[in-house]
């Protein structure tokens, strides 16, 4: 009998200010991963539900989920959750207000080395910097953006 395959959605945010691209460090399990924002897509969401729900939980920030950018063609296995398949979404997102790292950092309220949010020019954006296969073939897209 086949086994049918069991697939995670993750779904990420592009969002650009000022000539520069939104990147997260996050850790999990004491080893720092490089993406965009965003995360898992949970029962009964579509994509831009996760996307809001997600820059709330992890920003606490309202954005506008804009047009969809890239979906991963090739197969990605979770090394993180039992193998299952990945299918990576994203989707160009705007704040609805001006956003500052500095008012963010004031104001977090998270557990220390869990998160950290910085911008990254979009011509200094490459695929070295990225931690996950998906950003990674993203990665020249992400330069050609508009500013």
Known sequence: ????????VRVYGVVVQDGCLLVSDE???GVKYTKLPGGGMEAGEGPADTLHREFMEEI??????LAPVH?????VV???KGGRNIVCLYFRAAFRARFSIDEWLRD???E????RLYWVPLES????????PSEKGLAATLRTLEK
């Open 1 to 8: 009998m086949e086994q049918q395959a069991t697939f995670i």
């Open 27 to 29: 850790w999990y399990n």
């Open 60 to 65: 606490g920030q309202e954005i506008a989920v």
């Open 71 to 75: 979906v991963h063609p090739e197969a």
């Open 78 to 80: 979770s090394a993180l």
């Open 108 to 110: 977090a309220r998270f």
């Open 112 to 115: 220390e080395n869990m998160q």
């Open 125 to 132: 954006v490459t695929e070295e910097m990225f931690s996950f």
